[in-house]
């Protein structure tokens, strides 16, 4: 069942998208060779409670940490560690749910670590930028395949793959809502975008195969093949004047 929002419940939504971007510019600063992902996910977890929310991901499910810290081959849900050290060229994504009084927030991005090579910088560029070609087809009326056509087609044509296996969902009070958000498939298809929908959109792209294989911990997803991945991610509402970004880092 889709969880139809208030313009209330958007707002508090949008508080805890706050506080969620406003630590994502805090470690946008601390990104550079040398530094830990624990030592990013401890200031995550200070920053969010520090500002009188929670971080919704530790816990969940068994999941021991306050991020997702995925560097390089990594597709999404890696731990972060003490021995996880960033070096020159990295990619590194930060993924947080934030839980402000009962409402959440999703969003994840992926940071360069010094001097990055050419094809680097251009997955990260094409990664953010085929989340932003999703957020424009998500508009009453359109359909949840809009977002995933829009996505894939441009992904695509930059010579990037689509990761199948994981996808945008609804959020709200709880992390995980309907609809199912996909970040490939044809458009005019499925769920129909209704005024108070709220949803991730959260392409993750990879530079060659897009299969991804999980580690021995039961949950970090890496690309089968070694090659790099990168993932944007926003949190935002359907409404009458558009597309809300509840996440906006602008």
């Known amino acids: 069942m889709i969880v139809i929002k208030t313009m209330d419940e958007i707002m508090k939504m949008k508080k805890a998208g706050e506080i969620l971007a406003a630590c994502h510019k805090e470690i946008a600063k601390m990104i550079k060779p040398g530094i830990t992902t624990m030592e990013i996910d401890t200031f995550a977890e200070k920053f969010i409670r520090d500002h009188g929310a929670t971080p919704e991901q530790k816990g969940y499910h068994g999941y021991p940490f306050a991020t997702c810290a ?19 060229g990295d990619i590194v994504t930060i993924d947080m749910v934030v839980n402000l009084n009962g409402w959440l927030a999703d969003s994840a991005w992926s940071y360069g670590v010094g001097e990055l090579e050419p094809k680097t910088q251009k997955l990260l560029d094409v990664t953010k930028d085929s989340l932003y070609k999703g957020i424009e087809q998500a508009i009453i009326g359109n359909r949840i395949g809009d977002i995933s056509n829009a996505i894939q087609k441009y992904a695509e044509a930059e010579g990037f793959s689509v990761v199948r296996d994981f996808i945008g969902h609804g959020i709200g009070s709880k992390m995980h809502e309907e ?3 996909p970040h490939y498939g044809p458009a005019g298809r ?19 195969k897009y299969h991804a ?16 991945s990168a993932q944007y991610e926003h949190t935002l509402a359907i409404t009458a004047d558009g597309p809300l970004l509840i996440t906006d880092q602008s």
């Open 213 to 228: 294989k999980i580690d021995e911990d039961g949950w970090t997803a890496r690309t089968v093949d070694g090659s790099l």
């Open 70 to 88: 995925s560097v390089n081959d990594v597709i999404c849900h890696g731990f972060p560690s003490k021995e996880m050290v960033l070096k020159d």
């Open 179 to 181: 609809p199912q958000v």
């Open 190 to 208: 499925g769920t129909r975008l209704k005024e108070g929908m709220v949803i991730t959109i959260e392409p993750m792209l990879n530079v060659g």
